[in-house]
């Protein structure tokens, strides 16, 4: 039997990996920082997903429960990886309570952080209650709380969803693209003119970038069946004037400044690095890129490669990405980690 | 032993998911029409590749060899699939010449069909020899030809990128974002001017989806350090004036109607359905979504599925998709489809 494959971090990515090791036969160890699985989409609180349209809570939420009941893979919450030596097939994982975890081979699906949108100031989050983020209406939907203005409770009739707050912006040292955020807008833009029939909303944007397939389903349907209306805009800041928030900034298709009066105003928050990278670095002597992401091997031949030899990379760890292409990359990189622990133990046999 | 995996197509997804089932150790039988392995990085004589920048015929290249050398993939080239029976665990698959070939699952990675620019006959392709699409220009530097107009083999001074050729135009039937065209002009776009530092190398837009970190790579890097410009635009015609080319449109950021001459003029084509999906579908009794694609099942727990159990999907078919992600969903396909078979072994042995 060859050595388990040490998994870091349990999103999409990382309970794709796993499990997808773990049904090739193959034994897994899953370690996780907080106190439970299924990163971002359930920690914190995501509703329906592009481009199933699935519950987060059940989609992820399902892929959590055939982890934890895989008789294969043994789960560690609330604990880091602190240490980790050795080297392809024979790795050994220090966590933080002592215990060590012999491994052949690590993937670490360790995500990314949400930009913090009080890093764009005259964008008014943190100054005015009802400037709010795509992570905070997704809450608002997957608690059936419905969506509300947070500063007296009632349903906005008027709401403005901002894109690339953190993307794109090298004023605050952001110039990768988020890659999702423009589809995942959409989507809410959707799920909001749905829930609430009366209301109006605009999406403010730099490019509109529905890739492929979602053009028809976000960007084409949220306009013709849903009546979202997209403002190519430069925005200069958020307002208010007593009453209402105030959208400033330049129409870049007409030339003109405008101001628009909102009830509630949505950054569409970008991908940072994990807070955690320059850590998860040093420990697993991982390079990153440029912007701090976990860097990627560049060739095709080994596509879920790090800099480090036996160490592999699936999801947002090493970018921007999606919840599909880091399920895809999850099984891609256990794929890669499977053929070097047998290997490994084919080679020991001989 | 379980039954073998029957992959039919060798591009990229179907190279990376037989690679990965072989070294798995599970027996494939790969099926390609054309006459030798590849798909289109191949077949196409692509250049560079986005975003590794790697020779195709270097790295695709190199998965060919791989999988042409391992012992437990069986390759038949110039045939077809005809006829496909059985259920999980138990298909067979008749090949052209009669042959029998017994699966356990399969996995559809039949790619896309170039848009062929004919069908857009007002941006002047098919009438003038200097006017190419993308794909042309890859081979003139795979070739080591270099970039020449093709009327008289000079080398142009001025050139265009016409972006969405075949993409996102109601007008011809294609709703869809070809997803990789943008990051691939933009990498071309550097290449010209690598290659010809005298030439000045204009894109004509109308949103740049230089999704991810490919917005560092390739839209700033294009602008700051090969100085390409970006025009948004949206294209009447392309004529001449007997000399030049002449590209006629409106610029959509100034509303000013604009003419400029160029000595060569690059669509940047998209990726329809394969032609072959009709047949396909009828064939693997798969359903295609609306544009002609083969579906994919929508849910998470089972990314790489079609509408019929125990066919799987990756990279193309199921709509445009970049050469990194089919290796990913190959290798992701490649899990799903060993999980089939060695739950259907375990329970044959129960």
């Known amino acids: 039997m060859s050595k388990p494959v040490l998994v870091v971090g349990s999103g999409p990515a990382g309970l794709s990996a796993a499990h997808a090791l773990a049904e090739a036969g193959q034994e897994v160890v899953l370690v996780e920082k907080e106190d439970k699985l299924g990163g971002a989409p359930i920690l914190s609180g995501y509703a329906r997903l592009v481009p199933s349209r ?6 992820i939420g399902g892929m959590v429960d055939r982890v934890e009941q895989h008789p294969l893979i043994t789960t560690h919450v609330n604990t880091t990886v602190e240490k980790f030596d050795g080297e392809p097939g024979a790795f050994t994982a220090t966590l933080k309570d002592g215990t060590d975890v012999k491994s052949g081979a690590a993937i670490l699906c360790t995500g990314f952080t949400h930009f913090d949108s009080v890093n764009k ?4 989050f943190g100054t005015y209650e009802d400037v709010v983020t795509t992570t905070q209406v997704e809450q608002m939907f997957s608690s059936g709380a419905g969506v509300k203005c947070p500063s007296d409770g009632r349903e906005p009739e008027r709401v403005a969803i ?3 707050v953190g993307s794109r912006d090298r004023q605050i040292g952001r110039e990768w693209c988020s890659k999702i955020c423009c589809t995942v807008s959409a989507n809410i833009a ?8 009366n209301s109006k909303v605009y999406i403010y944007y730099m490019d509109i970038r529905t890739f492929g397939l979602y053009e028809g389903a976000y960007y084409w349907e949220s306009q013709e069946e849903h009546k979202v209306k997209y403002i190519k805009a430069r925005i200069a800041e958020v307002t208010s004037d007593g009453k209402r928030l105030i959208v400033k900034g330049e129409d870049t298709l007409v030339k003109r400044p405008i101001m628009i009066p909102f009830d509630m105003v949505v950054h569409a928050v970008g991908m940072d690095p994990n807070v955690d990278n320059m850590t998860l670095s040093a420990i697993f002597g991982v390079d990153l890129e440029k912007y701090g992401f976990i860097q990627k091997a560049s060739a095709y031949a080994q596509m879920s490669g790090t800099s480090r030899p036996g160490v592999f990379i699936a999801g947002a760890a090493a970018g921007p990405e999606t919840i599909d292409d880091s399920i895809a990359q999850g099984q891609s990189a256990a794929m890669a ?3 070097l622990v047998n290997t490994g133990t084919k080679q020991a046999a001989e």
Do not use: T
């Not at 699935?54 to 989609?59: I, R």
């Not at 959707?190 to 029939?197: F, G, K, T």
């Open 54 to 59: 699935e519950w987060a809570k059940e989609a």
């Open 121 to 124: 100031p005259e964008w008014g």
């Open 190 to 197: 959707m799920e909001i003119r749905e829930a609430l029939p």
């Open 337 to 339: 980690a499977l053929s």
């Open 162 to 164: 901002l894109l690339c």
